[in-house]
């Protein structure tokens, strides 16, 4: 199983290749430096990966660049500037494709507009495999299950300030710049409303929520229906992401060792509420948001690779069957539940 990494130079993109060695796969490095890629497969442990060059101003270039591939996983951000080209070379050259994205803009448009492009292909294009979206998407699916109708459900990334990349910090910084949406009535529209109060699990007080742009506002109502559906994050995190300036940015470690990726922990909360007040909440929750970004995204090209996912541009949980994926982390210290 032959896997592109695009972005493999970069911290999450060098945990992928990390992770497609750890399994046994085929990583090959994609990038515009020969030079990097060669580093990078050295320091992920993967020295004999095949290495291509490419650049995204050459779209030839780059289909060439995947052809024979079974995957392209694509973890070079911010997405919103880069993430383009990446999906229409996957097409081109007939692999299925997968990203680490977080950014609400830039998920939304890949999951409006690759669809028919992918299909005619005969491959499936999947946004958002990270830590949030992922889990988000897959979560709030199995939660949704719970109840017969859903008027309103909250996605919420309930974790704590901790560590960020520097590749995270500058994603994180343009989400918070460009606003929340939520979904309402059958449409996107920018998010309204102040924030609100929250049950975390493990937590003996409430805890307050800001309205944030999470891959779930995007994802989930194209596998729930629901009458409302709106995203959080902790007002604590929020109020870091305000203050991001380029300056603070630029000044971010761009990789994360393990010491510091190991205090971070996940945690992303969904709570749904049907017509009649009934509830229902689930949540799924891991250490290592980096680390098991790449085994979240490798897992997922892995499935892609094997088969049974329609062709297509599909949110995690139309791709995946949730609970099985949920699941497949448990080695990784996930754990999930529905409540």
Aim: proline letters at 6%; glycine letters at 12%; charged letters at 20%.
């Amino acid at each position: 199983m032959k896997i592109a990494v695009y972005g493999a130079s970069g911290f999450t993109g060098g945990l992928a290749a990390a992770e497609l060695g750890r399994r046994g796969l085929s990583p090959v490095l994609v990038g515009r430096d020969a030079e990097r890629l060669r580093k990078a497969a050295a320091d992920a442990g993967v020295a004999g990966a095949e290495v291509r060059v490419a650049g995204l101003d050459d779209p030839r270039a780059l289909a060439a660049a995947f052809d024979g591939c079974d995957a392209v996983l694509n973890a070079a951000g911010p997405f919103a500037l880069w993430g383009e080209p990446v999906v229409r070379a996957a097409i081109a050259a007939g692999c299925h494709y997968l990203d680490t994205a977080g950014e609400q803009v830039y998920i939304r448009h890949v999951l409006d507009t690759a669809g028919p492009d992918a299909e005619r292909a005969g491959v499936t294009v999947v946004p958002a495999m990270a830590d949030d979206g992922g889990p988000g998407d897959l979560i709030a699916h199995l939660t949704a299950r719970e109840l017969t109708t859903v008027a309103d459900l909250l996605v919420v990334d309930a974790r704590r300030p901790g560590a960020a990349s520097r590749g995270t910090a500058r994603s994180m910084s343009a989400v918070f710049d460009a606003g929340p949406l939520e979904y309402v009535g059958g449409t996107w529209r920018p998010a309204t409303g102040g924030g609100s109060w929250i049950a975390v699990p493990g937590e003996a007080e409430q805890v307050s929520l800001t309205p944030f742009a999470l891959p779930g506002i995007v994802t989930v109502p194209r596998h729930v229906p629901a009458g409302r559906v709106r995203s959080g994050i902790r007002t604590e995190v929020a109020e870091l992401f305000a203050s991001l300036t380029p300056d603070v940015v630029d000044s971010v470690p761009e990789v994360l060792d393990q010491e510091a990726r190991s205090t971070n922990r996940w945690l992303m909360l969904v709570e749904a509420v049907d017509d009649a007040g009934r509830r229902a909440r689930g949540w799924a929750t891991g250490p290592d948001a980096y680390g098991l970004t790449a085994v979240i995204a490798v897992e997922g090209a892995r499935r892609l690779v094997a088969g049974g996912a329609p062709a297509g541009a599909l949110t995690p949980a139309q791709a995946f069957d949730a609970a099985d994926f949920l699941d497949a982390l448990a080695p990784h210290g996930v754990t999930w539940q529905i409540a």
